[in-house]
């Protein structure tokens, strides 16, 4: 979230329903999130300074909060929740060393990393086979890791291609697309990009694939999103949304791809 200058509330659940042996219907301690939010309108360094100093500052007392919370909601519900140790020694890492606590946090990064990178999608949804990592450094040195669908190298340009698929429905989940529209976010914000340790110029690329649709239609030509619809007797709403979607690419420096999956 720093690297998205994004100020993150570190919060906990004050209230919940019994669900099975499961709860649901959590709320948030909305008193302690406003009083939060308060802070963030008073505050003026960067969301990076914020979130370093509500790890070592905020992090122990709302620990404690939680644990009181939860034991609360245990005692409503009648069901048991996770063990509080887990809270307990990510406090510990916390309290010992925050340099040592943000390496920790990085390994376990870089290894969720080659996780999401060994991991395959249907290959009917994928153009090519070049799944590839991709590491984010900000200016004070940080570093964030995380893997792009494909990439491709067209005129020393390179593509950097985040891809969403769905197979019974026109268009993948509004929850897929707008994760696909964070990496966009970050993508197309690169100030600069080597491939291979040589500078390149580079393009993120949004591509929404279905099994649904038939041909194809990218936001470098909106002229003929129209007809792509009307071929596919796609509804309004749907119709709205690809134009909202291509309207977002132009402004934002990046490409939207619709296309069919064979």
């Given at each position: 979230?720093?690297?998205?200058d994004?100020?993150?509330?570190?919060?906990?659940y004050?209230?919940?329903?019994?669900?099975?042996?499961?709860?649901?219907?959590?709320k948030?301690?909305?008193?302690?999130?406003?009083?939060?939010?308060?802070?963030?309108?008073?505050?003026?360094?960067?969301?990076?300074?914020?979130?370093?100093?509500?790890?070592?500052?905020?992090?122990?007392?709302?620990?404690?909060?939680?644990?009181?919370?939860?034991?609360l909601?245990?005692?409503?519900?009648?069901i048991?929740?996770?063990?509080?140790?887990?809270?307990?020694?990510?406090?510990?890492?916390?309290?010992?060393?925050?340099?040592?606590?943000?390496?920790?946090?990085?390994?376990?990064?870089?290894?969720?990393?080659?996780?999401?990178l060994?991991?395959?999608?249907?290959?009917?949804?994928?153009?090519?086979?070049?799944?590839?990592?991709?590491?984010?450094?900000?200016?004070?040195?940080?570093?964030?890791?995380?893997?792009?669908?494909e990439?491709?190298?067209?005129?020393e340009?390179?593509?950097?291609?985040?891809?969403?698929?769905?197979?019974?429905?026109?268009l993948?989940?509004?929850?897929?697309?707008?994760?696909?529209?964070?990496?966009?976010?970050?993508?197309?914000?690169?100030?600069?990009?080597?491939?291979?340790?040589?500078?390149?110029k580079?393009?993120?690329?949004?591509?929404?694939?279905s099994?649904?649709?038939?041909?194809?239609?990218?936001?470098?030509?909106?002229?003929?999103a129209?007809?792509?619809?009307?071929?596919?007797?796609?509804?309004?709403n749907?119709?709205?949304?690809?134009?909202?979607?291509?309207?977002?690419?132009?402004?934002?420096?990046?490409?939207?791809?619709?296309?069919?999956?064979?």
């Open positions: 979230m720093s690297l998205l994004v100020f993150v509330i570190l919060a906990y004050s209230d919940a329903k019994a669900n099975g042996t499961k709860i649901t219907d959590q948030f301690d909305n008193e302690y999130i406003v009083s939060k939010i308060k802070e963030i309108k008073k505050c003026h360094s960067s969301a990076l300074h914020w979130n370093l100093n509500e790890l070592k500052s905020s992090l122990p007392c709302l620990i404690g909060k939680a644990k009181d919370s939860y034991a909601i245990e005692q409503k519900t009648k048991v929740l996770h063990s509080a140790s887990g809270m307990e020694g990510f406090k510990a890492k916390i309290d010992k060393d925050i340099a040592e606590f943000m390496s920790f946090s990085r390994l376990k990064a870089k290894e969720a990393q080659a996780r999401e060994a991991a395959t999608q249907p290959k009917e949804f994928l153009t090519t086979n070049t799944k590839s990592k991709i590491t984010i450094g900000n200016y004070l040195g940080g570093l964030y890791y995380f893997t792009v669908d990439t491709r190298v067209d005129s340009l390179l593509y950097l291609i985040e891809s969403k698929h769905a197979k019974n429905a026109v993948p989940s509004k929850g897929d697309i707008k994760d696909g529209l964070l990496k966009m976010i970050l993508y197309a914000n690169l100030r600069e990009t080597t491939l291979n340790g040589k500078k390149i580079h393009i993120a690329v949004l591509r929404l694939m099994t649904k649709i038939k041909g194809g239609v990218s936001s470098d030509s909106p002229e003929s129209r007809t792509f619809a009307a071929d596919n007797k796609m509804s309004p749907t119709e709205q949304l690809i134009e909202t979607l291509f309207c977002e690419a132009r402004e934002n420096g990046f490409i939207v791809e619709i296309k069919g999956a064979s």
